[in-house]
C-alpha cells in the first residue's frame, strides 16, 4: 500500500472563513492536496485580526493552530538600515512569530512530508531561511505590488519609497529558490518577471464550476456590481475611484443606474450614496451577480490576479476593469470583457455595456467559455499536484493517491 503524505498548510487565511480571494485560493489547493494523503493547517494571523467563520466550512480541515503574529516595535538603527538594503534579513515585515511559536512550527514541520506556504508574509516572521521541503505560493508578488504602488503615488516621496522598496522586494526574490524547493505563482507574467530557476509552477486563480449553467437576469433599474472584502485596503481604493471619478459620469448618462457593493465592510463606502447599496458578506452571490449589467473591477494597485475575473466570468457576467484589474488573465477588451484605464474610459465601458446588451451578452459567453477551459478548479488541480510533486518526487509513493 502506497504511504499516506502528511502536508502542512501554513497560510493567512483560516479554511472555513467566510470566502474571499485568498481563502478560495487555499480551500480549493488544500483540497487539491487532500488527494495525495492528509493536510492539517497552521492559520497566521496579524495579533488583532478579526476575521468570521462560515458555520457550513467548520471542520472540513483540521486546523492545527491560529498563531498570532506580534508587532515589533521601535527597530535600532541597524535593523532599519538591513530592512531596506539586505535581501537576507527576514525582520523586515512589522510582525514576527512569538519564540514558542516558532519552536511549535520547527517541531511539527518535522513531522510532515510537504510543507504548504502561502506568501511570504506567513513564513517569513518565523525567522527561518531555507525550507527544504516546502513549496512557496507567492500569488501576490511583492515587487510587483511596489511597481503599482509607484505608479499611482501622489507625492514624489511616496514614489521614492515604493521605488526603493520594489527593489529590494525584488532582490528577496531572486534568492527564493535557495529558500523553497518550488514557488507557484498565478500568472505567466509573474513567472516571466521573477525570472527564477526551475520549478515555478503557474496555478492560476480559479472559481469552482456552478452546479447549472448560470443564465443572467439583468435587473431593472440596472445594476453594475462589485464583489470583495472591503478589508483590503485595494478593494476600498478602487472602489473609492470609481465612485468619486467614474461613477458621476455613468450616472450622467443612466441617471437610474444602482451601484451594489458585496462583501463584508462596504457599508462605509455607501454611506450618503443613496444609489448605492451595501449587501454585507452574501453566502452565494450567484442570484445578486446575475442581476447586474457588469462586474467592476477597478483596481488601481496590487499583485497577483484577482479571483473576482473568474468569479464573473463563472456567473456569465459581462466584466469592467482596469488593466491593473484583468492582469494575469489570457483576456482581451472587446473580446472577453471591456478595460478601462482612465475614469472617462471605464465609466464609458460601463455605459456601453448598460446600453449594448448584445455586446455584453457576446462577451459574457466568451468568458464563460474561457472558464470552462482554463479556469475551474477541476482544469487547476493538476497544476497544485504539479509542485507538490516537485517536492514529493524523491519522497513517499504517491502513485496511487488516497
Known sequence: ???????????????????????????????????????????????????????????????????ALEPIGPRRLLERLRCGCDARFLGYFGHRASAADRAFLETEAAGYDLLWFHNLRSVDPFGRW?????????????????????????????????QWR???????????????????????????????PEPVIVIPNGFARPA????????????????????????????????????????????????????????????????????GFVPDAAAEVASWAAMLVPVQTGAGTRVKIAEAFSRRCPVVATPLGA?????????????GETAVEFAAACVRLIREPGLASALAERAWQLFNRELTWEAIQPRVLSAAQAVLGAGPDISHPA
Not at 62 to 67: A, L
Not at 247 to 275: I, N, Y
Not at 327 to 339: K, P
Open 327 to 339: 492582469f494575469g488573465y489570457d483576456v482581451a477588451s472587446g473580446r472577453e470583457l471591456l478595460l
Open 166 to 196: 520594489g527593489r529590494i522586494a525584488a532582490q528577496r526574490e531572486r534568492r527564493l529558490r535557495e529558500r523553497f524547493a518550488a514557488v507557484c505563482v498565478c500568472s505567466a507574467a509573474d513567472k516571466r518577471h521573477l525570472a527564477l
Open 1 to 67: 500500500m502506497a504511504k499516506t503524505c502528511r502536508i502542512l498548510y501554513i497560510g493567512p487565511c483560516h479554511p472555513a472563513e467566510q470566502a474571499y480571494g485568498t481563502q478560495i485560493r487555499t480551500v480549493q489547493a488544500a483540497t487539491a492536496l487532500r488527494t495525495l494523503g492528509t493536510v492539517d493547517f497552521v492559520v497566521v494571523k496579524l495579533a488583532g485580526d478579526q476575521y468570521a467563520l462560515d458555520p457550513a466550512r467548520a471542520g472540513e480541515f483540521n486546523v492545527r493552530c491560529v498563531i
Open 212 to 279: 447549472a449553467e448560470p443564465v443572467r437576469q439583468p435587473a431593472t433599474p440596472v445594476r453594475l456590481g462589485f464583489i470583495g472584502t472591503f478589508d483590503y485596503a485595494e478593494n476600498v481604493a478602487g472602489v473609492r475611484w470609481f465612485l468619486e471619478c467614474c461613477w458621476p459620469r455613468v450616472k450622467q448618462q443612466v441617471p437610474e443606474a444602482r451601484l451594489r457593493l458585496v462583501g463584508r465592510g462596504g457599508e462605509a463606502l455607501a454611506a450618503g450614496q443613496p444609489d448605492v447599496d451595501a449587501l
Open 130 to 162: 531555507s525550507w527544504p521541503n516546502a513549496v512557496l505560493d507567492l500569488d501576490d508578488v511583492p515587487s510587483t505590488y511596489y511597481r503599482t504602488v509607484a505608479a499611482t503615488a501622489p507625492t514624489m516621496g511616496a514614489r521614492w519609497r515604493a
